[in-house]
């Protein structure tokens, strides 16, 4: 029996006459969307699998779907004659323009054969000669293979050795995904060895030394691996003791390592190559001239086993000396080994002669976390979840390693200047900036985040992006955006259109036993992230945002500032940034009066309605009056006119209520409700009892500027605990006010009892208040009737979407994930608001 | 919504076989929107009212205002959506109250008379009230719509709030007409004129609106003074329609009166599809005709002077980054010389008028070709841009929030990387010469900023220092030794290749 090995990820061709047995050695080893055919191909853009004229069309499409199948990283294997160079020389390209290994299996079998099978197949019609000629390419084509670039020629000969094939799939070097750590990833060491000892004990590394007091090996009590990340040598004052150090604990499996370019250098010199002694290669050599010979090859051969990159952790973390961009984890080809040692460069050299680097990490959208060295700096900064360990402890920087998954960066300093750096270490480098693409938020995107998922249609991500450019504040600080909210179910009886009744038995019926009733301020959303200091966020320049629900800034410059500087002072003095151990905050609020923000859209719209009802029913009741005054049979449309006029009044009282005396911010207020979000933590998981006492903090600590929000917390067990919120709502509502939010008390972040999410909140809109919205007389039973026939599903839908989002993105500003991908989830909430839902909902 | 016509002929009564609608009985029509009701408040031997009102079914009115107007709209979630639910059409007349008239009054409005086909071609003392009309315009819009038609006119401004007196008159006004007239005159100028006041139409305006337009307007249209006005706004602004109703007008003109230009600023909101005003953004000042030339002319100079640049630098493959509605593209396609044309904006409604001004589904193929439209934002890097010759950013930068510019920056000059980048921005020191324009106030509604010339140079300087480019600073437009040019332009060139 015959054992195939062929690497998980290849591109396979399948070599050999007509006749030869390839489609069904295809079949019996591959699964049919694996195989990609010829016939296939050429039956699908000609309707017939025999049509020559057709194979150049064929064969462009079958690349195509190869190349697309590669760039997914799924195995490919290419069912043709495959006997000519040019044919075999375009599958190499494509794997190489891939980076996986091509691997060629031949199937030969006697000619005599191939014939017989050829014969006994109709729609086969070409002559003896025509297979005589293949048979003669496929002798010729031997030798080529190999030249040819395939990785790997498997040979079947005959009908009994290729029955008789196994495939064997083998792993790539790289693929350590079983890897799961915890792992300490450590920078560039380069000779440092008195640091990389201080290093591992801080990081709680037991040292294991030989006779001699040099260390060999080292073990961590709680298990965890050590991953270098290359340039253990050169510069340093002793190369040779950490090559020992590491190997031993490589040797011993307590840590892995992948090669950095300085080693790359000293194999090549330790092999005898013509190699300049700079970089601090000359020293590593002037060391290892003191070692005995066995151990500078022990460590030729450790360096020559070394594999350029890993991808650990089911995928997760991927480690290379010099990063990785996405398209090339878990390949291999020349040019992934020459990136991860050496990194892109631009072609360009800096101010100190040294190559211009290609910052591949701005561009990095892969979900892997990818930890590097080779370029150092002086703090290690996240850049679109990659980081660069390397801190110049050589040049009298810190030897830094990074605690996985922790997250978590542990360093010693140099001793002292080793070695004097070409370019002087930058202090402080400015926060890379995380530059958005066009690609991050366009076209139809599917979206995945742990609170489930959803596809953003491609029109409804170009209406976003013309909001979101033209008019939202800077992405860095767009940390959320409110979900919409659906009402609670319609009330069927009593005259309402939306009853407290309803909201609690939404609620019970989604197993929720404790609810908070939360007044319905009657202002403008207003979404406040307030940093502790007046200018210097971790978000880029400025104290702070205040924005709309749509990400708009909420008044402008001035006005937001002197907001911002309002709400700073009250978390200071309410102690609430040392509280929560953060320096900024993101609370979700509602700014007061409503016609502070909105003045313009009551005057127009709202009055102007109120003004026209105002004048024209009055008018109307008079003609009318007069006529029935005369006799004539008009009561009836005249007591409706009469109620109309009535219902005007109300309506019109409705909307006055939404206007206050502003100017500046003077007469405006501040209702927060919900802390969302500080350093490191969401706080969505914290119940309203947390989140409303700290709002109330907030009121006292500045009571004019800070409005409270009432609330009564409704046991759903408690019929009277009910009763009473209803009637505290119904009080509310008749004095004016707009209404309530019932909430689950346990969070914004609260699952039902089957575990999944809940509503955050429903409102319960009061009737007089909603005379603005449905119309003046909505409330006429004929007028009622057809609205309680309103649909709620696409609302909750939308609001359910936009909520997981919202909660996607306050974990993802947490945990500090890339800006990308916190601007994907903003942005998609953006997106999900021009869904078409009833605007009254 | 009410309308009620009064007359003193003696006997007034006679107006009831006018109308064909008894005075002792009280009428009623189904309307599609509701129902129609006349009513005479008043029927004596001296004096006789009938009243019209137009009972509307708000939930009618809602199913009826679903069609028609459902361009597709970037979301707005801040702007009033409800409109379409709560709105003052169940009070205020409009082309709702025209549509019930010609219904309910048909014989009348044909001057067609059972009883007194004398009486009805006799012009009688008329007095026309509609308590609650949205009059855009104001006062002086309705007297020069319904004054030439001989009617007195009184429009008194409706307070937007009597609790609010700071809020000043709301959009209607209390129309009172007085003449003499004949009873059909008087109700096709109605007809005609409320919708032109109040300019939305309820429903969709087809074709066949033409011919009711120029039926109704038989014997006055033609010679009205501000036919223009009247013709564009019942055709609720549809060009094509305008344009037709205008011509067949045309023919009918009495040949001895000259032609007249409308004296009622269309310039203002104009919401004619594909116009100017959307391609090029400005909207200085309300002056009229003569500012408008001086607005057109600045935006033809601009074009001539960025084309100037681009053929300076030897461009040929050029990007218009924020083309609007394409009329810098429509320019750059005239020219041979540019053999690669990408519009982008991040407005796709923008990019379909460009389409259209363009004809891009009508050009041959090869000039189809050349031109690209994307939708594209300039605070975002977008690849597609990569490579090209040139791009023009023309009036655009101040329409984006200060904050924002340096990603503008660096998705322009830093990633799209063009070898010449050209410029435009108002220059905020001219504002003074534009008479109408407050002090302090910016050209357009949108834009983000003005800056003075030394703000854009040192704008410039700052760009120049990060990207490696360099500048030629210029002006468009005529250049005021005080305050300079209305325009400021700079042309950036790249330093070297990257």
Redesign the interface.
């Known amino acids: 029996m015959t054992t195939l090995d062929i690497p998980e990820l290849a591109l396979v061709a399948l070599v050999g006459v007509s006749g030869s047995g390839k489609s069904t050695f295809a079949r019996r080893h591959f699964a049919p969307s694996q195989v990609l055919s010829s016939d296939t191909f050429r039956a699908m853009v000609a309707d017939d699998e025999n049509d020559q004229s057709a194979s150049a069309d064929a064969f462009d499409a079958l690349h195509h779907v190869a190349a697309t199948r590669l760039r997914r990283g799924r195995l490919t294997v290419v069912d043709a004659t495959n006997l000519q160079p040019h044919a075999r020389a375009a599958l190499v390209r494509v794997a190489r323009e891939h980076d996986v290994l091509p691997v060629a299996v031949v199937l030969d079998v006697p000619e005599a054969l191939a014939w017989e099978r050829t014969e006994g197949r109709a729609d086969r019609t070409f002559g003896r000669q025509v297979l005589a000629r293949m048979q003669r390419d496929l002798r010729r084509s031997y030798k080529l293979l190999a030249r040819e670039g395939f990785r790997k020629v498997h040979v079947l000969r005959g009908v009994e050795e290729i029955d008789a094939a196994e495939i064997r799939y083998e792993k790539l070097f790289n693929d350590r995904r079983e890897l799961t750590g915890p792992f300490d990833i450590v920078g560039d060491v380069h000779g440092c060895r008195v640091e990389l000892e201080a290093l591992l004990v801080r990081l709680g590394w037991e040292l294991r030394r030989d006779e001699r007091g040099r260390p060999v090996d080292a073990t961590h009590p709680s298990g965890r691996t050590a991953v270098f990340v290359g340039d253990l040598v050169d510069r340093g004052p002793d190369s040779p003791g950490v090559l020992r150090l590491v190997m031993g604990m490589v040797a011993a499996g307590h840590a892995i390592c992948v090669p950095g370019n300085h080693e790359q250098k000293l194999l090549r010199r330790l092999r005898g190559r013509e190699v300049r002694l700079t970089h601090g290669l000359a020293e590593t050599m002037a060391q290892l001239a003191a070692e005995p010979d066995a151990f500078v090859a022990e460590v030729a051969g450790f360096i020559d086993g070394l594999v350029s990159h890993f991808v650990l952790d089911g995928g997760r973390l991927v480690v290379a000396h010099a990063g990785l961009k996405e398209a090339y984890q878990g390949r291999a080809s020349g040019r992934v080994r020459s990136f991860a040692l050496y990194g892109e460069t631009t072609g360009e050299t800096d101010e100190y002669g040294l190559p211009v680097r290609y910052p591949w990490a701005r561009e990095y959208r892969g979900s892997a976390m990818v930890v590097y060295g080779h370029t150092p700096a002086a703090v290690p900064e996240w850049v679109n979840n990659t980081i660069c360990v390397d801190t110049g402890c050589v040049f009298g920087g810190r030897l830094t390693a990074l605690r996985y998954p922790e997250k978590e960066l542990v360093s010693v300093p140099a001793e002292r200047e080793w070695y004097a750096p070409v370019r002087p270490l930058a202090a402080a480098p400015a926060r890379p900036d995380e530059v958005l693409e066009l690609t991050d938020v366009t076209g139809r995107r599917h979206i995945e985040h742990a609170y489930g998922s959803l596809t953003v249609p491609a029109e409804n991500a170009a209406a976003a992006l013309e909001v979101m450019s033209r008019f939202a504040v800077d992405p860095r600080w767009l940390a959320w955006l409110p979900p919409t909210m659906a009402p609670c179910s319609t009330a069927t009886a009593g005259g309402f259109l939306e009853h407290p009744a309803q909201a609690f038995a939404d609620y019970r019926a989604a197993g929720v036993d404790r609810v908070v009733c939360e007044e319905k301020h009657m202002g403008s959303r207003a979404v406040v992230l307030v940093c502790r200091e007046a200018d210097g966020g971790p978000f880029g320049p400025g104290g702070g945002v205040v924005h709309t629900r749509t990400g708009r800034p909420f008044f402008g410059a001035p006005l937001d500032a002197e907001l911002l500087d309002r709400v700073r002072a009250a978390v200071g003095a309410a102690g609430l940034f040392d509280e929560l151990g953060t320096d900024w905050l993101l609370l979700d609020c509602e700014l007061l009066p409503w016609s502070a923000k909105a003045g313009g859209l009551i005057r127009e719209q709202y009055a102007g309605v109120g003004a026209a009802g105002r004048a024209a029913l009055p008018a109307a009741l008079a003609a009318l009056e007069a006529a029935a005054g005369r006799g004539l049979p008009v009561a009836g449309l005249r007591d409706r006119t009469a109620r109309r006029r009535d219902e005007i009044l109300a309506y019109s009282d409705a909307y006055r209520a939404y206007v206050g005396p502003t100017d500046g911010l003077r007469g405006v207020t501040l209702a927060p409700f919900a802390v969302l979000a500080g350093a490191g933590a969401s706080y969505a998981d914290r119940d309203h009892g947390w989140h409303l006492a700290l709002a109330d903090r907030l009121c006292a600590a500045d009571p004019e500027f800070f409005t409270p929000t009432r609330r009564q917390v409704v046991d759903l067990a408690d019929p009277a605990a009910e009763a009473a919120a209803t009637e505290w709502w119904l009080a509310l509502t008749a004095a004016g006010g707009e209404g309530m939010v019932v909430k689950p008390y346990a969070g914004p972040a609260a699952r039902s009892v089957r575990g999944s999410l809940l509503q955050p909140g429903v409102k319960c809109r009061g009737r007089e208040y909603l005379r603005i919205i449905y119309g003046p007389g909505y409330d006429e039973p004929e007028q009622l009737a057809a609205l309680r026939r309103r649909s709620l599903g696409r609302k909750r839908g939308l609001a359910l979407r936009e909520h997981g989002l919202g909660l996607a993105a306050l974990d993802a500003l947490a945990a500090g994930a890339p800006l990308w991908r916190r601007h994907e989830l903003v942005f998609a909430i953006l997106a999900c608001e021009s869904e078409p839902v009833d605007p009254r909902l | 919504?009410?309308l009620?016509l009064t007359t003193t002929h003696r006997p007034a009564t006679d107006l009831g076989h006018l109308l064909v609608k008894h005075p002792?009985?009280?009428h009623s029509f189904d309307v599609p929107v509701g129902t129609a009701?006349v009513?005479?408040?008043?029927?004596g031997e001296q004096r006789c009212?009938a009243?019209l009102?137009l009972?509307v079914d708000?939930?009618r009115l809602a199913g009826a205002r679903g069609r028609g107007r459902g361009r597709q709209q970037?979301?707005?979630?801040?702007?009033?959506?409800?409109?379409?639910?709560?709105?003052?059409r169940?009070?205020?007349a409009s082309s709702l109250l025209s549509s019930a008239l010609s219904k309910v009054y048909r014989s009348a409005l044909r001057g067609e008379s059972r009883e007194r086909p004398e009486l009805a071609r006799t012009p009688i003392p008329l007095q026309v009230r509609v308590?609650?009309l949205?009059c855009r315009g104001g006062e002086d819009v309705a007297v020069r719509m319904f004054g030439p038609l001989g009617w007195a006119v009184t429009a008194a401004p409706?307070?937007?709030?009597e609790?609010?007196p700071e809020?000043g008159d709301?959009?209607?006004v209390?129309l009172t007409l007085t003449g003499t007239m004949r009873v059909a005159d008087a109700l096709n100028h109605l007809y005609v004129l409320l919708p032109v006041l109040d300019d939305a139409k309820h429903y969709w305006v087809a074709p066949d609106e033409v011919d009711k337009l120029l039926r109704a307007g038989e014997g006055w249209l033609a010679a009205h003074p501000e036919r223009d006005v009247i013709t564009r706004r019942y055709l609720a602004h549809r060009r094509a329609l305008a344009g037709l109703a205008l011509a067949r007008l045309a023919e009918r003109r009495p040949t001895d009166e000259p032609a007249a230009e409308p004296t009622v600023d269309e310039a203002n909101g104009n919401e004619a599809t594909g116009n100017e005003a959307n391609g090029d953004k400005a909207s200085v000042g309300d002056g009229g005709g003569q500012a408008a030339a001086r607005r057109a002319s600045l935006a033809a100079r601009r074009r001539e002077a960025v084309l100037g640049a681009l053929a300076g630098a030897g461009a040929s493959r050029v990007l218009d980054l924020g083309c609007g509605g394409g009329a810098l593209l429509a320019a750059l396609v005239g020219d041979r010389r540019f053999t690669e044309i990408v519009g982008t904006d991040?407005?796709?409604h923008a990019l379909m008028l460009a389409a259209r001004r363009l004809g891009l589904d009508r050009l041959p193929e090869r000039q189809r070709d050349r031109i690209r439209l994307l939708?594209?934002?300039?605070?975002?890097?977008?690849?597609?841009l990569r490579g090209y010759d040139a791009a023009v950013l023309m009036e655009v930068i101040e329409?984006?929030?200060p904050?924002?510019l340096p990603?503008l920056e660096?998705a322009v000059l830093g990633?799209a990387r063009p070898a010449t980048v050209v410029v435009t921005t108002p220059n905020v020191e001219y504002n003074v010469r534009y008479e109408g324009l407050p002090a302090g106030r910016f050209r357009h509604a949108d834009h983000r900023f003005e800056w003075t010339r030394a703000e854009f140079a040192a704008w410039v300087d700052r760009v120049c220092t990060t990207y490696g480019y360099t500048a030629a600073i210029g002006g468009v437009g005529d250049d005021d030794p005080e305050v300079g040019s209305p325009t400021q332009l700079v042309v950036l060139t790249r330093k070297e290749n990257?």
């Open positions: 919504m009410l009620t002792d009985r009280a009701h009513f005479y408040p008043e029927a009212t009243a009102l009972d708000p939930l970037a979301p707005t979630p801040d702007s009033f959506t409800l409109g379409r639910y709560v709105n003052d169940p009070y205020a308590p609650v949205r409706i307070p937007l709030d609790g609010h809020w709301s959009r209607y209390d991040v407005s796709t939708q594209s934002a300039l605070t975002y890097r977008d690849d597609r329409h984006v929030d904050p924002r990603a660096d990633h990257p």
